[in-house]
């Protein structure tokens, strides 16, 4: 049983940055990605961004070169600082680990999340 814990999030002024952490109670490479979820009131959860185990980074369209995701293998942590935060950023943001076998889902696993406030 792995358990990831996100952290980092609090309450920032539009145009401020947050940088968030998802340390993982066991090994982050078991995961062929790690990936950063969020969900709004009244939407559904989104993709902000994930990593591959190999590297290759995913975001979702809304992100527009303003957050950055990596992992640090070492610390099985995975971060997501973001940067030029806007109002509609606003969200909890959940932590994920997976693995696929053709294309299905297996071995995931998800934070319990970290609340992110940006005020106008």
């Known amino acids: 049983q792995v358990q990831l814990v996100e952290s980092g999030g609090g309450l920032v002024q539009a145009g401020g940055s947050l940088r968030l952490s998802c340390a993982a109670s066991?090994?982050?490479?078991?995961?062929?990605?790690m990936g950063w979820y969020r969900q709004a009131p009244g939407k559904e959860r989104e993709l902000v961004a994930d990593i591959s185990r190999g590297g290759s980074r995913n975001y979702g369209d809304f992100v527009k070169g303003r957050f950055t995701i990596s992992r640090d293998n070492a610390k099985n942590t995975v971060y997501l600082q973001m940067n030029s935060l806007k109002p509609e950023d606003t969200a909890v943001y959940y932590c994920?680990?997976?693995?696929?076998?053709?294309?299905?889902?297996?071995?995931?696993?998800w934070g319990q999340g970290t609340q992110v406030t940006v005020s106008s």
């Open positions: 994920r680990g997976y693995s696929t076998i053709s294309s299905t889902i297996y071995d995931d696993y």
């Open positions: 066991g090994n982050i490479f078991r995961f062929n990605v």
